[in-house]
């Protein structure tokens, strides 16, 4: 596998941090690559994540991709570790449900709607709702989960 390399993402990186993001299903909507850091292995960008900071001034780590051919690497953990320590104070963060022992492993817990900040909490009810309409037709039962961290 080759030695992990933590980074600021570049303009350069854009293309790949889109790569990353669309083959690991995550939302693509505000990838500001200023706010990423990547992972390289062998001169390849093979993971990226970064932290949203929302109107409400909620940090959120987000974003958090590895391609499949290197997860077990490692470059996950590395990413989410540096990310959260970059982070002053508590952060938080969305991912569906068979991704919260990943996140648990960093300190993470899962968030009733009460305790989770208000920018979070509006886009939780309106995505559970979308989630518990589709897992009717497609007989899932996954869910999102939002997690905190103090």
């Not at 062998?42 to 958090?64: C, F, M």
């Not at 991709?65 to 989410?80: C, D, I, K, R, T």
């Amino acid at each position: 596998m080759g030695d992990i390399w933590l980074r600021a993402a570049t303009v350069q990186d854009q293309p790949a941090i889109r790569r990353i993001i669309w083959a690991a299903h995550l939302n693509p909507v505000a990838l500001h690559w200023r706010r990423f850091v990547v992972a390289e292995s062998r001169g390849k960008v093979v993971g990226v994540g970064q932290v949203k900071i929302h109107a409400d001034g909620a940090p959120e780590l987000a974003s958090l991709a590895v391609l499949p051919a290197q997860q077990g690497s490692g470059a996950g953990s590395v990413l989410a570790w540096t990310l959260i320590h970059s982070t002053a104070g508590p952060i938080f963060l969305r991912c569906a449900s068979h991704n919260e022992g990943f996140y648990r492993r960093f300190g993470f817990r899962t968030l009733t709607p009460q305790e989770m900040p208000r920018s979070l909490r509006r886009s939780y009810r309106l995505v559970t709702a979308l989630i518990d309409l589709l897992n009717r037709f497609g007989g899932s039962s996954e869910r999102l989960l939002v997690m905190g961290r103090p």
